[in-house]
């Protein structure tokens, strides 16, 4: 097994990010959160945060390899439900902003439409 710690660290640094930031996703305080990730090993609970909010599996600290340390999204397999579902809903997402596009469009026509009108009787009188 890994030092928890220096794991952490690691990722940290690998993927370039703020520990106040990390520190903030998980409840704790910077100070606090800088203590945790000196340590080689922690509560289950505080491991567990910590690795949600770096994106990783809490299977990486045990693997000697480093083989699960790629972030969770890229082990997910691609026919697993949840990803289905995800996908539907982006589909249809992505169809009513066509839609609400198609329809600003439409309006913007009525628009400049009712103002050349408007401006040109205005012209005439």
């Given at each position: 097994m890994k030092d928890i710690g220096l794991f952490f660290r690691t990722e940290i640094e690998k993927r370039g990010l703020q520990q106040k930031i990390l520190?903030?996703?998980c409840g704790y305080s910077e100070a606090h959160f800088w203590q945790l990730i000196q340590k080689e090993d922690m509560k289950?609970?505080?491991y567990e945060k910590i690795c949600r909010?770096?994106?990783v599996s809490p299977m990486s600290v045990f693997d000697v390899d480093g083989e699960h340390s790629e972030p969770l999204d890229t082990r997910v397999s691609e026919g697993s439900e949840d990803i289905k579902s995800m996908k539907t809903l982006l589909k249809e997402k992505q169809?009513?902003?066509e839609a609400l596009e198609e329809a600003l469009a439409s309006t913007k026509e009525?628009?400049?439409l009712y103002r050349d009108k408007n401006g040109t009787e205005?012209?005439?009188k």
């Open positions: 520190a903030v996703k289950c609970s505080r909010a770096l994106g169809k009513r902003i009525l628009l400049q205005s012209n005439q």
